[in-house]
């Protein structure tokens, strides 16, 4: 199956549990890709005591999983360009919403 994952929320727990349900579907031979909109591409600034979301991060990355982050979100917030956070286009979010099986936004 084809996932889609648009994360737009920058609650710690929301976050860790996107990225963890996204590497247990890669896990299960799923594709994945995941586009930060909003809050979402806040992401990477988000650890605390009780989630590393940094980890999990890493860990969907490191297993097969693609991100994509809005331009214009990232520009609004002063982000630069990262690994987890791309500097991406309204036509990959488009491109992930159209071929993707199914879609989840969280």
Do not use: H, W
Request: a negative charge; glycine letters at 6%; hydrophobic letters at 40%.
């Amino acid at each position: 199956m084809k996932l889609g994952v648009i994360l737009y929320s920058n609650d710690p727990e929301t976050v860790y549990q996107a990225f963890r349900l996204s590497i247990y579907s890669l896990s299960q031979g799923d594709q994945v890709n995941m586009f930060l909109l909003a809050k979402g591409v806040e992401c990477e600034d988000l650890d605390n005591e009780t989630f590393n979301i940094t980890k999990e991060i890493k860990a969907f990355l490191d297993a097969g999983g693609r991100t994509y982050s809005c331009t214009s979100c990232m520009k609004l917030r002063a982000k630069g360009e990262s690994q987890a956070c791309p500097m991406s286009k309204m036509a990959d979010l488009y491109r992930i919403v159209a071929e993707s099986d199914r879609v989840i936004t969280l």
